[in-house]
């Protein structure tokens, strides 16, 4: 099993080496923005000058390429190594759970050389690149932490072990949280495998009540860790731009502008379009703040972030999903803001203005959206919602992560030069002088010919599987022992895949086609993965235990009948003789 789990993790690691590094510099929302945020932590200057995008994502990614860069790993084989631990600890979980070192090994070389790895997102230098080898970490050392908590004992050593494996798992969840505020499904995923590992074996009542609230225990200690890196980090960008703020987008007063602007009845819905032009009308009638942003939200069709919108979803007159983005560019146009404390003051003068008009009568208002760029709920329809899960799903098993779902041109290289230039070059391990500026490249055109074999042997295997799994999966449930543990095991992974897959999907609805959803479905897509492997290898047990009590169960009627037989011929001797 050690054998082929190395093997396995050599070619990864080498599949990956082949691979060309794809540096967006003109992603400046995305990519470049990351990255100028680390080199300006490299020179000691925290995230850097103050703009609207500063503090608009998370820090967890720029502190990634901080810490690799003393390495001298490039960012891609730095998040694939993390991802091989991660890796290595599930299969070092599920082995100690089921005593089953075929398991193990299964689950570690499926999750090696899962073609996503090997695609176009994973080889951008960008958070997408990093948070599946975090998530599959922190699943990884949940069931370690199960475990030694189902073996403790009185010791120095088991509580050494268990404290060392809490530490552990508290930073991975800190930066994750720190790289994808969204990133609660895959604490979900893990909670469940706490609740239901005191199942995973026979044990009494109270024996399984300890068991919980140890783990319940370290659950407070690792959330405690999120909570005070969060802390941390927002004192920092208090004392350096004005405002304790972690997350500039997905919540603040930018948040809660925005959901209650979406909040606004007026007009029709249209698709794609959170926030429409009526309820931007609605508002600019009763909020002075938000009237002078007007002149540049209401801008004409195909400019701006109206093209993008055009030449992603067809919609060319509204700025759809990206109207997030256009209202932050507005407010520092149409404001002399310097800071994100001045940011945020102009932003809660909008949101306070738009409630008193919903609480005056001005303006009627429903339940605001759970969060920013997403539809409000009575705006989903469950049908549309269920066919963009299916349609991701079926994406995932596709393999189709590395495909230019736009049809942009070839991939290209081109010199760059100046402060951008410098600043990958001080941030980022391994820059090429001419490198690779196009953001998608198809997976027959970045990919050895190996991984093209990956891709249609996952692609075969994964429908061909997929219904044996899930019949595994439910065998395994009825069954005592090493069966129930790695069947609860993998109904966790997918359910943390599904929630995911659906939060996508709703997502989706507000922002355009489910091919957009594949790129963020690569965080999760490793626990849908294990879990068709874990229910791949319960079938193929079920089955094989099934063949060999048939087996046995055809021997011994033969023995029955062989013995049934004997005293016929004794009876025919007795016979002989007395003639």
Wanted: with cysteine; glycine share 8%.
């Amino acid at each position: 099993g050690l054998v082929i789990c190395a093997v396995a993790a050599i070619a990864s690691l080498w599949l990956k080496a082949q691979l060309p590094m794809i540096t967006m510099y003109n992603a400046g929302h995305d990519d470049a923005l990351q990255v100028q945020l680390a080199s300006s932590m490299l020179n000691g200057d925290w995230l850097g000058q103050w703009t609207s995008l500063t503090l608009a994502k998370g820090i967890g990614y720029p502190l990634f390429l901080v810490a690799v860069k003393p390495l001298g790993l490039t960012p891609v084989v730095a998040s694939q190594l993390v991802y091989l631990c991660g890796s290595a600890l599930v299969a070092l979980g599920l082995t100690l759970w089921t005593r089953r070192i075929a398991l193990g090994t299964i689950a570690f070389v499926v999750l090696a050389l899962s073609p996503s790895l090997f695609g176009t997102v994973a080889s951008r230098i960008y958070r997408e690149s990093l948070t599946p080898a975090l998530a599959i970490t922190i699943l990884g050392l949940t069931l370690l932490a199960t475990y030694v908590v189902a073996r403790r004992s009185p010791t120095k050593r088991w509580a050494a072990v268990l404290v060392l494996n809490v530490v552990c798992l508290a930073v991975a969840i800190a930066w994750l949280s720190l790289t994808r505020a969204d990133s609660i499904w895959a604490f979900g995923a893990c909670a469940l495998i706490a609740i239901f590992s005191p199942f995973f074996e026979s044990a009494v009542r109270r024996e399984r009540a300890i068991r919980l609230g140890i783990l319940g225990g370290c659950g407070v200690v690792a959330m405690g860790a999120v909570w005070m890196s969060a802390h941390v980090v927002a004192n920092v960008n208090a004392r350096r731009y004005g405002a304790a703020v972690l997350d500039g987008f997905g919540g603040g007063e930018f948040a809660r502008t925005y959901k209650a602007w979406q909040a606004v009845e007026a007009g029709d819905p249209k698709e794609y379009v959170t926030i429409t032009k009526a309820q931007r009308d609605a508002v600019y009638s009763v909020s002075p703040t938000a009237r002078k942003l007007r002149p540049y939200l209401e801008v004409p069709p195909d400019t701006g972030w109206l093209q993008i919108s055009c030449d992603v979803v067809g919609v060319c007159d509204e700025a759809g999903v990206w109207l997030p983005w256009m209202m932050r560019d507005a407010a520092t146009s149409a404001f002399p803001i310097s800071n994100e404390a001045q940011f945020q003051d102009v932003f809660k003068r909008i949101a306070t203005e738009i409630e008193q008009g919903c609480s005056n009568g001005k303006l009627q208002c429903g339940r605001p959206a759970p969060a920013v760029a997403f539809p409000r709920l009575n705006q989903i329809d469950p049908r549309t919602l269920l066919d963009y899960v299916l349609s991701d799903v079926g994406s995932v098993l596709n393999n189709s992560e590395g495909v230019d779902p736009f049809g942009n041109p070839p991939p290209q290289s081109e010199p760059v030069s100046g402060e951008t230039a410098q600043a990958w070059k001080r941030a980022v391990n391994g820059v090429p002088d001419r490198p690779m500026t196009n953001s998608w490249l198809s997976v027959t055109t970045v990919a050895t010919p190996i991984v093209n074999v990956l891709g249609s042997v996952y692609r075969v295997l994964g429908w061909l599987l997929l219904i044996p799994a899930l019949a595994g999966i439910v065998f395994g449930l009825f069954k005592a022992g090493r069966y129930r543990a790695s069947a609860l095991i993998a109904v966790a992974a997918l359910a943390g895949f599904f929630v995911h897959a659906t939060l996508i999907a709703a997502f989706g609805i507000a922002s355009g086609p489910p091919a957009i959803d594949v790129i963020y479905l690569r965080e999760s897509q490793p626990y849908l993965l294990l879990g068709l492997a874990i229910g791949s290898w319960l079938f193929a047990t079920q089955l094989m235990d099934l063949i060999q009590r048939r087996k046995s169960s055809d021997e011994a009627a033969a023995r029955t009948v062989g013995d049934a037989d004997e005293p016929d011929a004794e009876h025919q001797q007795t016979l002989a003789l007395e003639r």
